[in-house]
Each structure stands twice: as C-alpha cells, then as structure tokens.
C-alpha cells in the first residue's frame, strides 16, 4: 500500500495552513511556493480538502484558505481520506463489502487487525503533531 502523491501534498499544505497563526488566510500560489509543490495540483486537493471540511475556501481578493477547526481537531486519517476517500487494505475489508470466504479465510483477521491498527494510528496522529514535529524548511 502507497499513499498517492495528492496525499502527500495534502498533508505537506495542511502542514504548513497548520503552523500559520489561528485564523490566518494562506493562499495556494504561498503554499505551493514555500512547499516545493505544484500550484495548479495543491489547488486542486485543496479544492477536496474543503468539499472533505477539513478547510475553508475563502474568496475575493483577500481569499485563499484556512483551517475548518484546530489543528488539533484533524486527523491525519481525516485528511487523507478527505483526498483518497475511505481506506481499506483490501477490498473485502471496505465497509460496504460482505465476503462470503470472511470466516474461513486465512488473509482476513490478518488484513483486518492491520487495517484497524493503521485507522487507529491516522486517527490518534492530529494535524497539530505532525505539525509541531515538522522540521522541513520553507523553500
């Protein structure tokens, strides 16, 4: 399993939303800019972080993004499924999925015990931790 390059962008720009001051509009072209990453792309999983309410998008001259709630308040699962949508290591462990083979098969608690693990990891991981723990430079 490999997060996609738009979740690594997401939470490299929230990261850096994170470190602003509380209510502080960023714009895309700032973000991109001092991140090393795309514009058109990070305006884009912006976009989806805000349908996901994980930001807001603001507009006018004055515009750009902030935060929905405290950094705090978001979790690295919740921003990556903001972009990804939900997470699941195999398809039988979606939600929605009901396999026959569950309670015969070798694969599944195995699967299942490393997906919920992982989901409690993101969960208890907030956008505030991983922002006070980065130490990558602004470009």
């Not at 509009?25 to 999983?45: C, F, M, N, R, T």
């Amino acid at each position: 399993m490999q997060l996609t390059r738009g979740a690594d962008y997401a939470a490299r720009g929230m990261i850096r939303l994170a470190k602003l001051p509380a209510g502080a509009v960023a714009q895309v072209s700032e973000i991109a800019a001092a991140e090393g990453l795309p514009e058109s792309y990070l305006a884009k999983i912006f976009q989806d972080l805000a349908k996901g309410g994980v930001i807001h998008s603001h507009r006018g001259a004055s515009g750009g993004f902030t935060l929905a709630r405290s950094a705090e308040q978001i979790s690295l699962r919740e921003l990556i499924e903001a972009v990804e949508g939900p997470i699941y290591l195999q398809h039988c462990l979606a939600p929605w999925e009901h396999c026959d083979k569950q309670e015969c098969c070798a694969l599944y608690p195995i699967l299942a015990k490393a997906q919920a693990d992982l989901l409690a990891l993101l969960d208890g991981t907030s956008l505030q931790t991983l922002a006070a723990n980065d130490q990558v430079p602004a470009r």
